[in-house]
């Protein structure tokens, strides 16, 4: 089966410049979870979906930042304008509600994001 | 919220020696994942611990979780190159994952 795929794997960009990285969920889940690592603060939740809703956006940064999720087998996180500190590595992860809803979230690849 | 404390942060071991990392929980531990993260790559789901005094394993990794404490083991017996990596424990609901910093394998064959 198809893992979650996330795109692109990296890119490049100047500051203030619009960007937005693409997340397919596996298929069947209805749990959908953005990240963002950096050295700095390690692992960090964005903002989380179920069943396209957003449920919780708390960990979005700034206004800059937004998500969406129009079906259940595409998301997108768009960051506009963009500003170096953005520079990170975002994961997308999606999980179903299995039984006693524990279900591991599973990661993609990432996008390595360089804002210059 | 809920912190977790890795340790060590980095482990350089040879290849054949036993290790162990630590997760330690600032809150009750209700429900404990490991995680395996390669450079570049996304994580990799290991196990996840559900109970006090669960333990469970695969191949030679191997993972406890001691509520009492707080805490969770993660044990490789005899590591092998391909075990190097980020091994990070993300605590909390599936749906509210707080995670570790990570710790830092090095296997030197």
């Known amino acids: 089966d198809a893992g979650v795929i996330q795109s692109p794997r990296h890119e490049v960009t100047e500051m203030g410049q619009e960007v937005t990285l693409r997340c397919k969920p596996i298929s069947g889940h209805d749990y959908l979870f953005w990240y963002r690592q950096t050295m700095m603060r390690g692992l960090e939740l964005l903002i989380y979906f179920n069943n396209n809703v957003p449920i919780d956006d708390s960990g979005m940064p700034e206004d800059r930042f937004s998500a969406k999720m129009p079906n259940a087998s595409f998301s997108t996180l768009k960051i506009q304008p963009s500003e170096p500190r953005d520079s990170a590595v975002y994961f997308c992860a999606s999980s179903d509600r299995g039984r006693g809803g524990n279900q591991p979230q599973h990661f993609g690849d990432g996008t390595r994001l360089s804002i210059l | 919220s809920q912190e977790l404390e890795q340790s060590p942060q980095s482990l350089i071991v040879q290849e054949g020696k036993n290790l162990t990392i630590n997760c330690t929980s600032s809150k009750t531990l209700y429900g404990l994942y490991w995680y395996k993260q390669k450079y570049g790559e996304g994580l990799i789901f290991l196990m996840m611990?559900?109970?006090?005094?669960e333990e469970k394993s695969h191949e030679k990794i191997t993972a406890k979780l001691d509520e009492k404490k707080q805490q969770s083991s993660l044990h490789i017996t005899a590591s092998q190159p391909s075990h190097a990596g980020i091994y990070l424990c993300g605590a909390g609901s599936a749906r509210q994952l707080t995670f570790g910093s990570g710790t830092q394998l090095t296997v030197l064959p």
């Open positions: 611990l559900q109970k006090g005094g």
